[in-house]
């Protein structure tokens, strides 16, 4: 069994930065990505990014590009760094992790197994 952790939610006006970091734990063989999904009320949960934590590659949604970054380190734990946050950018932040190496969308939450409980974001105007 795994288990993954978020932190580092808040609130923050509008403009401003915030760090999110994520921590997968437990044994069960590598992790090969990890994701940033964001849901706001009422509304489906959306890719924000996603990182191989093997080469870093990464991918982002078009709502982010340019003010988030993912980075990670070589093993087990990923950031989401938010820059110029926005009110549209209010919801829960869920970390996603898979380790059975799937292809396909990774920023479509079905890629990932295993999911953290979410950290709240609010953009305040």
């Known amino acids: 069994q795994w288990q993954v952790t978020e932190s580092g939610g808040g609130s923050v006006h509008v403009g401003e930065s915030l760090t999110l970091s994520c921590t997968v734990s437990g044994s069960g063989g590598a992790t090969y990505s990890m994701g940033w999904f964001r849901q706001a009320a009422g509304k489906e949960r959306e890719g924000v990014a996603s990182?191989?934590?093997?080469?870093?590659?990464t991918v982002y949604g078009d709502s982010v590009k340019g003010r988030f970054t993912i980075t990670r380190d070589n093993a087990n734990t990923i950031w989401l760094l938010m820059n110029s946050l926005k009110p549209g950018d209010t919801g829960m932040f869920f970390c996603?992790?898979?380790?059975?190496?799937?292809?396909?969308?990774?920023?479509?939450?079905?890629?990932?197994?295993?999911w953290g409980q979410g950290a709240q974001v609010t953009g305040s105007s």
């Open positions: 990182i191989y934590i093997r080469d870093g590659e």
């Open positions: 996603g992790a898979e380790r059975r190496g799937n292809v396909g969308d990774r920023l479509n939450s079905r890629h990932y197994g295993c």
